[in-house]
Structure formats: structure tokens, C-alpha cells
């Protein structure tokens, strides 16, 4: 019998924030969105993420709970609002007891874009601008330092001087398989997007959204094994991110890179995935946006993350987005993390990878979420 995994995409409205944790404890957390407050304004439950988190994490030997892996995609409030405060910056050494009953958690190891450092970033992401920059100093003048836990950085794409660094950059085509400066033995990371031509780009600046991180992570569940699952994400990413994305693997011999068992669909089930906005005035979707969807394993999961998708404005959630998602998989496996277990107090939906698979995991209501051995299982 191999091990588990677990993904957990929590329901944050129109929000990321997803939380992987293989069965040796390793953790990987991409883009955050914690919030304050009893309801949304839709009178909607918030769902408390932080507990939940603090649950699934690994402590220190100091007893701090700690994250080994921090995803930023992008510097947008949706994907990193209630960073400050909820997580620790600065050097490890020097966290205090006010930290530690503040249950701020240590980012081990940090990735975010060349986007992260420029002056356009909304004031959520300050804090990590910051602690970005602080990790990326003690690179250029500490590297011996920048190569502890809480000190990790890595600069997904190119640097503004449209270069590599050794040792700090993963460029597109990379495969990553070290996480927190630790072999990752169960999973392995391969980095599809930003583009060199979307960072350099004079329009950048004004889009975030292009030069979100995209990637597949590819789980095992034992030493030696096959693959048994795939997972993509890419932050708000468009179509035309995600055109290149996909010609460009097929071009250089990865189109396994392509396959997926669970996709979070690109900006809160947005119609930018398959063609521009408005709708009204780009209603056909791009043939490339519906071949990507084909590269779909047996039983696999649509995830939107967003309040519950009406079929009226604002948009996103986009119900024809919805639509076309569900031609792809059915509606029994296109899931929405805003309706999941109740409207009015959605829970996280949870997926458990083993040896036969990607199975959405059924909790009981009474069962805590954070608990991987009390829940039975439904089949994906």
C-alpha cells in the first residue's frame, strides 16, 4: 500500500488560497486569502482558513508552525489578502513569544515573480514585497543564511534585467523537486509560466494576471512508484497565457506536463480562460482553451474558487465558463468550493491522492476538517 496525499482548496469567495500536504507532512500553500468577520456581505459564513491551516502544519522545534512551501502566483488582494499579521516575516531566529500567540506561521520556503518587487502591487502584498526583498538580500550578501528554513527564496520567471540568477530563478521548463531545501521523494513540481516576453513587456506593469505562476505538480505515493495524480495551477491567467503554456509544451516534448486530475480554474472560473472579455462579445471558446481541458485523466475534477455561480452579473464566477467546464468533465466533477457542503457556511473541498487515485473526500459534518484519518471517502 503507498501513502496519501491531501489538497484542500478552502472556500474564500472569489479568492485563492489551496493547501497541499503530502503524507510525509511536507506542505505547500499557494496564494493566501485570510479574512476577519463572522459573514461576507453576501451573509455567507466565513470560513475560518487559519485554524484549519494551523491544524494541517508542521511545528518547529520550537513549537512554531511553519509552511514549507508559500506560493505567491501573483500580487493581487484575491490571492494574498490577510498576509500580514497571519504569517511571520523577518529573520527566524529572531521570532518572539508575541509571534508565537499570534500562531504566525514561517514560510520555509517562498516563491513569488519579479512582479512581486515593482512599485504597481496592492497594499496586501506589501508585507511580502518586503519580506521578499529581505530573503533576497541575504542571497546576494548571506547565502549561507538565505539557505535556511524561513530564509528560502525563489524568483519564478526572469529577474527585471531579463536574466537568470543561479540558484534563485526556476525558469518555465524547469522541473523542481526540492522543497525547503529537502528532496521531495512524493511530489515533483514543473513550471509552466510567467514568460520571459510577459515579464520584459511594457503592459506587465498593468497585468499581473500575465505573469501569474503556472504549474503541475505530479504526486507518487510511494519511493519508486508512478505518477498517480496531477494537479495544475495558475493563478488569474488568461487564454493567451495559457495558449503558450500549452503550445510550447507539446512543442518541447512535455505534453504529460499538460495532464491533470485537478484543475483550479483560472481566475475564480472567469471566461478569460477561454477567450476575452465581454462575453457578450467573444462567446465562442478558443479552440486551444477546450484542448487543454482535454489532456483530462480518467475522473477528473474542475475546482472553482468562488462564491456560488449565478447565472447573472458581476462576473467572475462566470456561469458560461461553468458550462463549458462541465462539457468537459460533467457536472458531477465540476466542483465550487463557494456551494460546497452548504451555502451559507461552505466547507474546504478535499481531495485524497492514493494508490487508486484522485478521490474528493466526503466529511462528515461532525468530523473536524483538519482530521485526514476520520473521513471516509467518495468516489471521485
Not at 498593468?206 to 505518477?227: C, M, P, R, W, Y
Request: glycine share 6%; net charge negative; aromatic share 10%.
Amino acid at each position: 500500500m503507498g501513502d496519501k496525499h491531501l489538497i484542500k482548496y478552502y472556500p474564500v469567495d472569489n479568492a485563492d488560497n489551496s493547501l497541499i500536504k503530502l503524507s510525509d507532512n511536507t506542505t505547500i500553500q499557494v496564494d493566501c486569502q485570510i479574512r476577519e468577520g463572522e459573514e461576507n456581505s453576501d451573509g455567507v459564513k466565513i470560513y475560518d482558513v487559519k485554524k484549519d491551516m494551523l491544524k494541517e502544519l508542521q511545528k518547529d522545534a520550537n513549537d512554531n508552525p511553519f509552511v514549507d512551501l508559500f506560493v505567491l502566483s501573483h500580487p493581487h488582494k484575491d490571492h494574498c489578502a490577510g498576509f500580514e499579521g497571519n504569517y511571520y516575516c523577518g529573520d527566524p531566529d529572531n521570532y518572539s513569544d508575541d509571534n508565537r500567540e499570534n500562531e504566525e506561521i514561517i514560510i520555509g520556503e517562498l516563491w513569488v515573480t519579479q512582479m512581486v518587487f515593482g512599485n504597481s502591487i496592492c497594499d496586501e502584498a506589501v508585507a511580502i514585497r518586503k519580506e521578499a526583498k529581505r530573503r533576497r538580500k541575504l542571497f546576494e550578501e548571506k547565502p549561507w543564511e538565505a539557505n535556511k528554513q524561513g530564509n528560502r527564496l525563489h524568483i519564478i520567471g526572469y529577474t527585471k534585467d531579463d536574466s537568470v540568477v543561479d540558484g534563485l530563478n526556476y525558469i518555465p521548463g524547469s522541473t523542481v523537486d526540492t522543497i525547503n531545501g529537502k528532496y521531495c521523494n512524493y511530489a515533483s513540481i514543473f513550471i509552466h509560466a510567467p514568460f520571459k516576453s510577459d515579464l520584459v513587456s511594457e503592459t506587465a506593469n498593468d497585468d499581473h494576471n500575465a505573469t501569474s505562476i503556472v504549474f503541475q505538480i505530479s504526486f507518487k505515493t510511494s519511493l519508486f512508484g508512478e505518477i498517480k495524480s496531477r494537479a495544475i495551477f495558475g493563478g488569474d491567467a488568461d487564454h493567451y497565457i495559457w495558449e503558450k503554456v500549452k503550445t510550447i509544451s507539446e512543442d518541447n516534448g512535455n505534453s504529460d506536463k499538460l495532464k491533470w486530475n485537478l484543475f483550479l480554474a483560472p481566475h475564480h472560473c472567469s471566461w478569460s480562460f477561454f477567450n476575452d472579455r465581454p462575453y457578450e462579445d467573444h462567446t465562442e471558446p478558443m479552440d486551444y482553451s477546450l484542448a487543454l481541458l482535454d489532456y483530462k485523466e480518467k475522473g477528473a475534477h474542475v475546482i472553482a474558487s468562488s462564491k456560488k455561480i449565478k447565472n447573472e452579473k458581476p462576473n467572475p464566477p462566470h456561469y458560461p465558463a461553468k458550462e463549458e467546464y462541465v462539457k468537459k468533465v460533467g457536472t458531477g466533477y465540476f466542483r465550487n468550493t463557494g456551494v460546497n457542503k452548504s451555502e451559507t457556511a461552505p466547507k474546504p473541498l478535499e481531495f485524497e491522492i492514493s494508490d487508486s487515485g484522485t478521490k474528493l473526500k466526503k466529511v462528515a459534518t461532525t468530523v473536524a476538517t483538519g482530521m485526514l484519518g476520520n473521513s471516509s471517502l467518495r468516489a471521485g
